[in-house]
């Protein structure tokens, strides 16, 4: 198991509609969602290493992360890649542009609420894959 710190990433381009991004980190072998962050503004290309707990963020600016509960010492953080014993397990990071600013979620949206609100304000997905192993 890793540190359970989110990796650096960056983009270039997208839809010249895009009002903003978002970013999921998703198991496709157990169909779970680890993290979702969303309102990136649109003029960030990129996320640093070891992204802060907490709902609203400062890096980048005016971005949120959606509830993992159970999560200790704050529910909204980073949940990273962990296999589940001898199984290996394929994670997809999905990077998403989106036709709207802001999307309608609060605090308490969960993981789930919240990607199906980036799905419906997706103009373009773009995955990168990785396998985790124990």
């Keep these: 198991m890793g540190m359970n710190k989110s990796p650096a990433l960056s983009w270039t381009g997208g839809p010249a509609e ?3 991004f978002a970013v999921v980190l998703y198991d ?4 779970m969602l680890h993290w979702v ?7 960030v290309n990129k996320l640093p290493e070891g992204i802060a707990m907490g709902y609203e963020l400062t ?8 509830a993992n509960p159970g999560m200790a010492p ?3 953080m980073y949940w990273g890649p962990c296999s589940g014993g001898a199984i290996a397990s394929t994670y997809e990071y ?7 600013e802001k999307l309608e979620l609060t605090e308490s949206s969960t993981a789930a609420q919240a990607q199906t609100a980036v799905e419906a304000a997706m103009l373009d997905m773009v ?3 990785g396998m ?3």
């Design 59 to 66: 890096n980048p600016m005016g971005a949120h992360q959606a």
């Design 37 to 43: 962050l969303w309102d990136i503004p649109v003029s």
């Design 18 to 20: 895009t009002k903003s």
């Design 94 to 100: 999905r990077l998403y542009a989106l036709n709207k």
């Design 28 to 31: 496709t072998g157990f169909r």
């Design 74 to 76: 704050d529910p909204h």
């Design 127 to 129: 995955a990168w894959e």
């Design 132 to 134: 985790a192993s124990q």
